[in-house]
């Protein structure tokens, strides 16, 4: 009975050093395939719109992060922000390109565009003007 219990605790250690040994491991480049592969599975069984939807909604983040860009470079250069409206943002290219025609349309000027809503065209309505101010003159408010 002793030599039972031997045996059999040690077909035991054999079944378990048998299937140790068959076990396999997986080398970085085999896990990287096996992944790609069941992802490449996953998307095929999707619809073929999905594909669509997915670049149409990266192009409009994108569309969104260079309106925003566009906003910030506006305001850092002391534009009006409404200005983004009229800029070309369809590419990173374009964009810069309509920021460079902005800003050199400032400069050309020479003065700042009138922010309607926070300033007055004419300086301060009802503040006593410089002396050499042409509305004064005009008004005969010398």
């Not at 149409?56 to 860009?69: G, P, S």
């Not at 922010?115 to 010398?142: C, T, Y």
């Amino acid at each position: 009975m002793a030599d039972l219990q031997n045996t059999s605790a040690e077909g035991t250690q054999t079944s378990t050093e048998g299937t140790q040994q068959s076990e396999k491991t997986f080398t970085q480049e085999d896990v990287n395939r096996i992944v790609q592969e069941r992802l490449a599975k996953e998307r095929s069984k999707g619809t073929g719109n999905s594909d669509d939807e997915i670049t149409k909604r990266a192009a409009e983040l994108d569309q969104r992060e260079r309106k925003i860009k566009a906003r910030e470079e506006l305001s850092k250069n002391g534009l009006p922000d409404y200005l983004v409206d009229a800029l070309n943002i369809n590419t990173d290219e374009d964009l810069q390109k309509s920021m460079e025609a902005i800003i050199k349309m400032k400069g050309e000027t020479g003065e700042q565009p009138h922010i309607v809503g926070k300033f007055s065209p004419i300086g301060n309505a009802g503040a006593a003007g410089s002396p050499n101010d042409p509305i004064r003159k005009a008004f005969g408010l010398d």
